[in-house]
């Protein structure tokens, strides 16, 4: 990421008993008898500040004579202690440190289901000794970054580093990055994020020492902070030990809300429910309506990235003090949060389930098998079932649950539904049933447990009230778990979701232990064009011709691609990394690592109804929220997989450092040794914008691919004619402003905020742009592009020579800042109602004014 001093050249800124007398006779959803139907940046140098342009400031309305603070709608003031909390936070962001925990999660996860043992006769015991195995594995990384951070305290404590200037402080603390070989790349990613964490820490409390001074009495703040960030070298670790093997409990809540309260001074509910925040600046509040969202994943690894960044904050805000906390004292001692270990239970549970039911003798009752496995489905939930006791539904599911199962409950009648199976095309995902006699089982363990997920999403908390009503709901939601799980030839043609493709849902892997995920029995072949490749959307808002051009290298922009598409179904515990880590027969997954999980994209309705027209209906449409990460995905969310003949993820080499030289305490200068030059994704072209309310400016970062940028780049060299550039650059824009400014939820979106006390913060700005975003996106579009080709008409030489330079460099991509000053648009998203449609008329009439500054970065430049 490029400082903020850095890029002052081109005015850029910081960025879910029993009923007495319940009769209930369902309708089945199967047939009566089955159908003989079937188928076969790294940052880079200041290139320059290119340009300033000029505009007249439209008189517009008349500007009240009130100060902004007064208004009908009182805007809250913010302490200072909260606004430097907010400040410091913000600063301490890096994508890129919650890419390396989730890499390491992904790491430690792989691991562990590698030492699975599929029929260990003590779960608990297996899993202790995994957990050992873990923490051995990573004490090579614990021991490397103490001693990091202990070498930069020792050093660090000779130098005075608040007479120097900003450039001889990064000297200073590059001297500190991270050359050793560790037993993975993973653990060296990590270990170069915690000395990045390390650096950045040091200078903000250099840049604001009297702020921090304040704080921490006359204790030399760096090296109170080097020691702290060691502190919570170790607590980190083991959260992501634990959460590799989703051993934190249901009801762990990360700390990084609690501490985000503590200097705000909101309650959770106000936090949660304020549409105040953005991905970047609020990651703790966003954290905690994560965890609270029963339809989601439980947690993520972002958030265990979020409460590091929080409570490195909290020591810079409030000094020594800031440990007394309980809670965080609790997370520097390591203690584990109470709680079960639910996701385990229900792993258990369901492995349990499915052997039992296939074991049962013919015309066995089946309600006590079911009556378990719902009671360990339920906590995993994490609902609160308040008008009635839990025992009761319970039992009440159970009930209704195993009549309506029975039929394919006992030894006789599991060969019609294996037989019906193998009809489904296992066979062409490699999957044989003839030796799985549990096959039956895991169909019904699937259906039972969709049941139970689908009524506590869909069915109101008054319909545990009357037995008749829970009965109707219980009814609706088997058979849509029935279509999902069963094979098609059993299920009444009006319910079957793909009548074209006559495939099933299959719990995976096959093999004994935990099930991961589900993958479709049929293996669509398609043909992707250059149209539908632009029109299709990924996670982030990317385009799958983004995607295919950038990140695999192929031409899908300029002709069309023959591919396969595997499909696969998100279940509780879940993650993408899982998924492709089992996945060993589809070429191009099989791995746990970022290149093989970041292709899986969203099967939602758009997509399917490109890629799989007639079975459209195996898509499924989630929330917004569930389209930004690939680590925040819902239960039930499917995905796909486009298996390209040849087809390999994009790497580039990561530039080494040159070698430096580093000064031991004593003076005597000796060789350290540049950093290996290790690999890294392609980066997609990808658009990230900040609101600065402190500046009152939007900044536009439009960062290009390297095909891209290299494509602009020829086109340069070329004297191509303005129009031509402003067309390419013009594709990401328009499509980047529209996602971004919609108000939905987005990490592209960056909010900076009021500072002085005396300043009120502006209030509902994410339900401002819901409002009034596109048109917004509408009018930023328009200023951009004509402020730009007035400059490029007249100065395109000097524009291509930066540019083509910035394109030469090693750096993969180039990005594009351009910073708009256009006050009336913050007036707009902080105005009161009555005022907000009579000032979008004006902007919409006469266009947004104002000045217009572009920069020209190597590499990728996103805040």
Not at 675 to 692: E, F, G, H
């Amino acid at each position: 990421m490029a400082s903020e001093r850095d890029q002052q050249s081109g005015s850029v800124g910081g960025g879910v008993g029993e009923f007495a007398g319940v009769t209930f006779e369902p309708e089945s959803p199967f047939l009566s008898e089955p159908s003989d139907a079937q188928e076969g940046g790294p940052e880079g140098r200041n290139v320059s500040a290119l340009l300033s342009v000029e505009a007249p400031t439209a008189y517009g309305l008349l500007e009240s004579p009130f100060i902004t603070q007064y208004s009908l709608e009182e805007a809250p003031v913010e302490s200072m202690d909260a606004s430097f909390y907010r400040d410091i936070l913000s600063d301490l962001y890096e994508e890129g440190f919650a890419e390396a925990v989730t890499d390491l999660v992904n790491e430690l996860a792989a691991l562990a289901e590698d030492r699975f043992v599929a029929e260990h006769p003590d779960p608990a015991a297996q899993r202790a000794e995994i957990e050992r195995y873990l923490e051995s594995y990573l004490a090579p990384l614990e021991r490397e970054a103490v001693a990091l951070l202990d070498n930069m305290a020792q050093e660090l404590s000779q130098h005075d580093l608040y007479s120097m200037t900003e450039m001889q402080l990064d000297e200073v603390l590059d001297r500190f990055e991270p050359a050793t070989q560790l037993e993975s790349p993973v653990f060296e990613e990590f270990l170069k994020k915690i000395w990045g964490k390390a650096k950045a820490a040091v200078k903000k409390a250099v840049s604001t020492a009297s702020q921090v001074v304040r704080k921490v009495g006359s204790v030399l703040p760096h090296n109170i902070l080097l020691n702290k960030i060691k502190g919570l070298v170790r607590p980190l670790l083991r959260r992501v030990l634990r959460f590799a093997i989703n051993k934190l409990p249901a009801n762990f809540r990360p700390l990084a809300q609690q501490v985000a309260r503590r200097f705000l001074g909101e309650t959770r509910d106000e936090l949660v429910m304020s549409e105040e925040f953005s991905f970047l600046e609020e990651a703790p509040v966003l954290s905690e309506a994560r965890a609270e969202d029963s339809e989601a994943t439980v947690l993520t690894p972002e958030m265990l990235a979020d409460e590091f960044d929080a409570l490195l904050a909290g020591y810079m805000t409030e000094g020594e003090d800031f440990e007394r906390d309980p809670a965080v004292a609790s997370y520097l001692l390591g203690e584990e949060p109470p709680g079960a270990e639910v996701q385990a239970q229900l792993e258990q549970a369901r492995d349990e389930f499915s052997r039992q039911i296939s074991q049962l003798p013919a015309g066995a009752d089946p309600t006590p098998q079911v009556q378990e496995f719902v009671a360990a489905i339920l906590p995993a939930l994490r609902i609160a079932i308040r008008i009635i006791g839990r025992q009761r539904v319970v039992d009440f599911l159970a009930g209704l649950v195993a009549n309506l199962i029975k039929g394919f409950v006992g030894q006789q009648a599991a060969p019609a539904l294996s037989k019906a199976l193998v009809d489904t095309g296992l066979k062409l995902i490699s999957l044989e049933t003839a030796d799985d006699p549990r096959a039956v089982g895991d169909v019904l363990a699937a259906t039972v447990e969709e049941t139970v997920e689908r009524l506590v999403q869909e069915a109101p908390e008054q319909a545990f009230e009357d037995e008749g009503v829970l009965a109707a709901y219980v009814q609706e939601a088997f058979e849509a778990a029935v279509a999902s799980n069963f094979p098609p030839t059993l299920v009444r043609p009006e319910l079957r979701k793909a009548p074209h493709s006559m495939g099933m849902w299959v719990l995976m892997p096959r093999r004994r232990g935990p099930k991961r995920y589900k993958k479709y029995t049929r293996v669509f072949e398609v043909t992707v064009t250059p149209q539908m490749a632009a029109q299709i959307t990924t996670f982030g808002g990317q385009t799958l011709r983004s995607f295919l051009v950038d990140q695999l290298g192929l031409p899908a922009d300029k002709q069309d691609i023959k591919a396969k598409v595997h499909l696969y179904e998100n279940i509780r515990g879940t993650t993408l990394s899982r998924i492709s880590f089992h996945e060993r027969n589809a070429p191009g997954l099989g791995s746990h690592r970022r290149h093989a999980w970041m292709q899986l994209h969203p099967l939602t309705p758009e997509a399917a109804g490109l890629l799989i027209p007639r079975d459209v209906g195996l898509s499924v449409r989630v929330p917004d929220r569930f389209l930004v990460t690939r680590n925040m995905v819902q239960v039930g969310q499917r995905f796909y997989f486009l298996e390209i003949p040849g087809a390999k993820v994009v790497m580039r080499p990561t530039p080494a450092a040159p070698a430096r030289r580093a000064a031991a305490p004593g003076g005597v200068v000796t060789p350290v040794p540049a950093p290996s030059a290790a690999a890294t994704i392609a980066r997609p072209s990808q658009l990230n914008v900040t609101l600065d309310f402190r500046a009152r400016r939007i900044q536009v970062f439009e960062f290009l691919s390297d095909a891209d940028s290299q494509s602009i780049a020829q086109k340069l060299r070329t004297s191509a004619p303005a129009s031509a550039i402003m067309t390419a650059l013009k594709v990401h824009l328009r499509i980047g402003l529209e996602t971004i400014l919609s108000g939905r939820p987005s990490r592209a979106l960056r909010i900076v905020r009021e500072v002085p006390s005396e300043q009120a913060l502006p209030v509902g700005v994410v339900a401002a742009l819901r409002w009034v975003g596109q048109k917004l996106a509408k009018m930023l579009l328009q200023f951009i592009v004509n402020q730009f080709l007035k400059y490029l008409q007249n100065r395109a030489r000097e524009f291509a020579a930066v540019f083509i330079a910035a394109a030469d460099d090693p750096s993969d991509g180039v990005t594009v800042i351009f910073t708009a000053e256009v006050g009336e648009v913050f007036d707009l998203l902080t105005a009161p109602l009555a005022r907000r449609a009579a000032i979008l008329a004006g902007l919409l009439k006469s266009g947004l004014r104002g000045v217009l500054s572009v920069d020209v970065k190597p590499g990728f430049v996103g805040r």
